[in-house]
């Protein structure tokens, strides 16, 4: 089974991310660890820090979530299962279909936010896209309170 498991820095994504340690890892499974850059407008104070270079901020950003993805990708090999990390640039939950298409996945997984109405209209909702436009099973996990 080829499992999309797509995160971020929130609880959310943990809560995912702690699903597939507990229940979908098998000798058989590969998991590939997502997380995706939405295109933005760096503060100044970026800017100044990567030597006044667009580029570098991008380049740090990468570099940060890179380190995200590596490490649950680490703890989810520790499992004794097939895992990678990659970051893809782009809109989240476009990227992320497009992903699950390109690798043939069989089952994406990712957290929910729990957005308001009013924050979906005006933020979008990725969880939602993902579910309504992806080529295979969709895990929506959210967090229990």
């Known amino acids: ?5 797509a995160i971020d820095e929130s609880d959310f994504a943990a809560q995912a991310a702690k699903e597939v340690e507990a229940r979908l890892c098998g000798p058989k499974t590969m998991v590939r660890v997502i997380h995706v850059v939405a295109s933005f ?15 570098g901020v991008k380049e740090n950003v990468v570099d940060q979530y890179r380190e995200l993805v590596d490490k649950q990708a680490a703890r989810i090999r520790d499992l004794g ?14 990227t992320i279909v497009e992903e699950a298409k390109e690798w043939d996945a069989d089952l994406i997984i990712l957290g929910a936010h729990g957005l308001s109405r009013l924050e979906t209209l005006v933020m979008g909702n990725v ?5 309504n436009h992806a080529p295979c099973s969709v895990e929506v996990v959210r967090v229990k309170k």
């Open 127 to 131: 969880a939602r896209y993902v579910v």
């Open 41 to 55: 407008v760096p503060p100044a104070a970026a800017v100044v820090e990567a030597g006044g270079s667009l580029k």
């Open 81 to 94: 299962v097939t895992a990678e990390g990659v970051v893809r640039q782009g809109s989240a939950g476009k």
């Open 1 to 5: 089974m080829k499992v999309l498991l």
